[in-house]
Each structure stands twice: as C-alpha cells, then as structure tokens.
C-alpha cells in the first residue's frame, strides 16, 4: 500500500511496478533503441512490453515488440501477444514468426516458476528458465543484441555465465533502484552479442 513504485505505476498507465524495473535499467544501459525488435519472455501482466514498446516506437500498424506468457493479458499497443508457456516447443517459432521472421535485437526475461518453499528446488528452477531464456536469444539475437534475465540470490551458474560470455562482449548483474531491497531477485544483463557465427563455433566444440 505505501510503495511508491505502485503509486507511480497507476499514475503513469504501467501495468505493473515491475515496469520501471526495465526502464531504470534501459536508462543506464540503453539496450532499447528506435526501431529495435523486441521479445518479451513471461510478459505477464505486460508492464516491460510497455516500456519497450514506447522506447522502440512500435504501433499497431508496424509492430515490434512480441510478449508470451501462459497468463492472461489485456492487449497493449504495438504489441502482439500470445498466451502460452514459453517452454512448450513451438512457442519459439511462433514468436520469430510474429516478427516477420526478422532477428531481433533485445530478448528480455521476467519469467518465475512458482516457488516451492525449498530453496535449492526453486534456484534450479530459475535456472533452468534463464537457460531456456539464453539459448533462445542466441538462436534468434542480431549482432550487437541484449539479452536481460532475471535471477535469484545463489547468482547465476557459472557455466550459463561462461556460455553467455562467449556470446556477448559484456556480462555484468544489475539490482535496479525499483527492486526491492528484500527482494532476492537481481537481474542478468548480457550486451553486445557477437552474432551467429560464434553460436554454430560453440555448438560444434559441444
């Protein structure tokens, strides 16, 4: 009841405080840009499609930014969306479809399996989701693309981090000022991806 960030989330139209998570890390890292294609991973109840849908210009009439989640959602401007789990297998190529087929430049991350009460379980469970997330985005990423995740304290894998720094130039975590200090979750953000050579190189060393 008396956080700011919801109050300022109903003032501004965002669907949810969850919205100036992405802004504030947009800000610092500028991974949205005119123009850029965007695909927004467990977009439920749509508030980071918003965000990147003003920051990239996308309309209706020329969309740009896609959104999955299993959950409902109300239409968003300039956003096409689908209710589905991300994990099912034809839910990449629906998204990639939706965009024309084009590369993309941002895949963003917000996906959360409910927790389970045991820490060890609901940290593999992240995990997972963030692999699936990452694989994903270096299948379908245009050189120089972003890829933004959230993550759990216990950090993310070494080898998930190896395997990203491979791809991309930079890879830092990021706890954006909206985030709640008692909140455990921070966020992985991954700039610069060096394009699909490197992606078949590293799946022929596997």
Avoid: C
């Avoid at 439920?44 to 740009?64: E, H, I, K, M």
């Avoid at 190896?162 to 991309?168: G, I, P, S, T, V």
């Amino acid at each position: 009841m008396n956080d700011p960030y919801v109050a300022r989330a109903r003032s501004e139209g965002y669907r949810s405080r969850a919205a100036f998570k992405i802004k504030e890390m947009n800000e610092k890292q500028k991974f949205f840009k005119k123009g850029s294609r965007v695909v927004d991973l467990g977009a439920a109840p749509g508030g980071w499609s918003q965000v990147a849908a003003a920051a990239v210009g996308s309309t209706d009439a020329n969309p740009l930014v896609v959104g999955i989640d299993y959950l409902d959602m109300d239409p968003i401007p300039g956003v096409i969306l689908f209710k589905k789990d991300f994990t099912e297998d034809d839910a990449p190529g629906l998204l990639i479809e939706a965009l024309g087929g084009h590369k993309v430049d941002v895949v963003m991350s917000d996906m959360a399996w409910p927790t389970t009460g045991h820490r060890a379980t609901d940290h593999l469970r992240i995990v997972h989701l963030i692999e699936i997330a990452a694989d994903f985005a270096i299948q379908v990423l245009a050189p120089g693309g972003s890829f933004v995740a959230k993550v759990f304290q216990g950090g993310t894998e070494h080898e998930l981090l190896h395997m990203l720094k491979r791809h991309f130039n930079t890879t830092f975590h990021i706890k954006p000022p909206s985030s709640r200090k008692d909140s455990a979750e921070a966020y992985l953000v991954a700039k610069g991806f060096k394009g699909s050579n490197v992606a078949e190189n590293a799946e022929e060393e596997r």
